[in-house]
T-cell receptor
Framework: AQSVTQLGSHVSVSEGALVLLRCNYSSSVPPYLFWYVQYPNQGLQLLLKYTSAATLVKGINGFEAEFKKSETSFHLTKPSAHMSDAAEYFCAVTRFGNQFYFGTGTSLTVIP | NAGVTQTPKFQVLKTGQSMTLQCAQDMNHEYMSWYRQDPGMGLRLIHYSVGAGITDQGEVPNGYNVSRSTTEDFPLRLLSAAPSQTSVYFC?????????????FGQGTRLTVV
């Protein structure tokens, strides 16, 4: 069975500080991995995805994530947090782009 | 560029009532799905469809029904609403067969059952 684990349901960072949101996956074969962002009262929007082309994936709004097979991880980072980054972030895994398995989400708070 | 459109955005139901949540997409995607989002539980798959006339159950299908008569539409029916179905519901669509195809989400329907 495939699953993802997001460590830390709430993360707080100061504006300008590094953002690190953790995601570990469990899969018998290398999966496709995604990070989605959800702003308040909105749907989910794709930040970035890993599809085996490159281990370091760059997404929108300055976010990036690195696929580490040895650690079964796909952590999301951003060098400098902005107030507008405050949102809920979801890691998700799939194999053929159809059935997604989502983590429980991490709520990011940015402190001015 | 409508993408995935869900209606209504908000709904309050009484226990035992039935209703249909509408979902339509204009991207000609084969795959459509319904999720519910509850605090601390992420998104859980209710039902999904890989094309017109084909549906299947996801992780939490009890109390819900779906049909897929066209590629564009994938309504979700609550047969007899219960307070445990109070949640935010999301419809999503994606193309089949593409490597790591992105799922596109609607804006959600916030349902309260009293």
């Amino acid at each position: 069975a495939q699953s993802v684990t997001q460590l830390g349901s709430h993360v707080s960072v100061s504006e300008g500080a590094l953002v690190l949101l953790r995601c570990n996956y469990s899969s018998s074969v290398p999966p496709y991995l995604f990070w989605y962002v959800q702003y308040p009262n909105q749907g989910l929007q794709l930040l970035l995805k890993y599809t085996s082309a490159a281990t370091l994936v760059k997404g929108i709004n300055g976010f990036e994530a690195e696929f580490k097979k040895s650690e079964t991880s796909f952590h999301l980072t951003k060098p400098s947090a902005h107030m507008s980054d405050a949102a809920e972030y979801f890691c998700a895994v799939t194999r053929f782009g159809n059935q997604f398995y989502f983590g429980t989400g991490t709520s990011l708070t940015v402190i001015p | 560029n409508a993408g995935v459109t869900q209606t209504p955005k908000f709904q309050v139901l009484k226990t035992g009532q039935s209703m249909t949540l509408q979902c339509a997409q204009d991207m000609n995607h084969e795959y459509m799905s319904w999720y519910r989002q509850d605090p601390g539980m992420g998104l859980r798959l209710i039902h999904y469809s890989v094309g017109a006339g084909i549906t299947d159950q996801g992780e939490v299908p009890n109390g819900y029904n779906v049909s897929r008569s066209t590629t564009e539409d994938f309504p979700l029916r609550l047969l007899s609403a219960a307070p445990s179905q109070t949640s935010v519901y999301f419809c999503a669509s994606s193309s089949l067969g593409g490597a790591g195809a992105e799922a596109f989400f609607g804006q959600g329907t916030r349902l309260t059952v009293v």
